[in-house]
């Protein structure tokens, strides 16, 4: 806790917890940690005390906990990164998830924000019901892109519902033609064009744009972001 503490002196803003915690890092007995392990609990009540926000990025998309064959909708990208794989872990991406939802409801003082649409982009409605559940409880949509953009009328209705929990992030590198990307994606009624993505891609799919209204777009630009990071 100390050295949270100290960090935050030096500036930071934030702690982002990453995919190993849940997967790789072993307790002395040789278990894997889980991500509920309430040896933990004094690390988010900290964060809370300092005012800072914890992000969660213990998962990935669906496809990379199935096998990389030819059935693998994302073939290609796992194919050009198979240390992306989650496949044969111990831990499936379900129980990953539950593990981290005990979280937030026992911690609510801590903001979470959950990366890349809390992780869980396939299946918004639960993405929903996680918002409502946990208004400790923020998202960003870091590339997500390719996910929401072929599920429009769903995932505009989750913007304009929960416009002010949604935070806007890329995890690309900074671009021009990036963020015209996302720009046309947000803001626009275009439909089936290309994703942002890194060079592998991430799906043989296009997306449609979500024509967002003004007051959501500001909101999740730059409102979100400054009411997070004070």
Not at 160 to 170: M, P, T, W, Y
Not at 205 to 225: K, M
Request: hydrophobic letters at 40%; one cysteine or more.
């Amino acid at each position: 806790m100390d050295r949270l503490e100290q960090i935050v002196e030096h500036g930071a803003c934030g702690l982002k917890l990453w995919k190993d915690l849940g997967t790789t890092i072993r307790d002395k007995d040789g278990s894997l940690l889980r991500i509920d392990d309430e040896r933990l609990a004094p690390l988010f009540d900290k964060a809370a005390e300092l005012n800072v926000p914890i992000m969660f990025h213990i998962a990935d998309p669906d496809a990379f906990f199935l096998p990389i064959d030819n059935q693998n909708e994302r073939y290609e990208e796992l194919a050009a990164h198979p240390e992306w794989s989650y496949y044969g872990a111990h831990f499936s991406k379900a129980e990953l998830l539950a593990q981290r939802d005990r979280v937030f409801p026992r911690h609510p003082k801590t903001t979470f924000v959950g990366a890349h649409v809390a992780e869980h982009p396939e299946d918004l409605s639960y993405v929903s019901r996680l918002l409502d559940a946990n208004p400790n409880l923020q998202v960003d949509i870091a590339a997500r892109c390719a996910e929401l953009g072929r599920q429009p009328y769903t995932a505009r209705e989750f913007f304009l519902k929960h416009s002010d929990r949604i935070l806007f992030g890329s995890d690309l590198i900074p671009e021009v033609s990036m963020y015209r990307l996302y720009f046309r994606f947000l803001e626009t009624r275009d439909e089936y064009f290309e994703y942002p993505s890194h060079a592998s891609r991430q799906g043989r799919w296009n997306i449609h744009g979500l024509f967002l209204p003004d007051e959501v777009l500001r909101s999740v630009y730059r409102e979100n972001a400054l009411r997070l990071l004070p």
